[in-house]
Nanobody
Framework: QVHLVESGGGLVQTGGSLKLSCAAS????????MNWYRQAPGLERELVAT???????SYADSVKGRFTISRDNAKNTVYLQMNSLKPDDTAVYYC???????????????WGQGTQVTVSS
């Protein structure tokens, strides 16, 4: 079994900051890319940020310059530092990891349960 557990969501005012964390646990051999997605009510889930095992990062245009993704490979944890938050950032944020449970496995995609981020105007 593999579990991804997010934390750090909450209510914040416009212009504020939050830091999300997502820790992966269970039978894990290696983790490739780790991602943050978000889904606002009535909208499709969208990719917010990606970090590879080597530390390369990419961001959705809507969050560039405001959000920073990072990871601690020793802890199997990915973070999302969110600054200058706007009401449009309000969504449920999901952690996703592409990982191998054993050496000869193909990568599997695993999801966390989501954490609510609400930005008030």
């Amino acid at each position: 079994q593999v579990h991804l557990v997010e934390s750090g969501g909450g209510l914040v005012q416009t212009g504020g900051s939050l830091k999300l964390s997502c820790a992966a646990s269970g039978t894990i051999f290696s983790i490739n890319a780790m991602n943050w997605y978000r889904q606002a009510p009535g909208l499709e889930r969208e990719l917010v940020a990606t970090i590879t095992s080597g530390g390369s990062t990419s961001y959705a245009d809507s969050v560039k310059g405001r959000f920073t993704i990072s990871r601690d490979n020793a802890k199997n944890t990915v973070y999302l530092q969110m600054n200058s938050l706007k009401p449009d950032d309000t969504a449920v944020y999901y952690c996703n990891a592409n990982l191998k449970r054993r050496l000869y496995d193909y990568d599997g995609s695993y999801w966390g349960q989501g954490t609510q981020v609400t930005v008030s105007s």
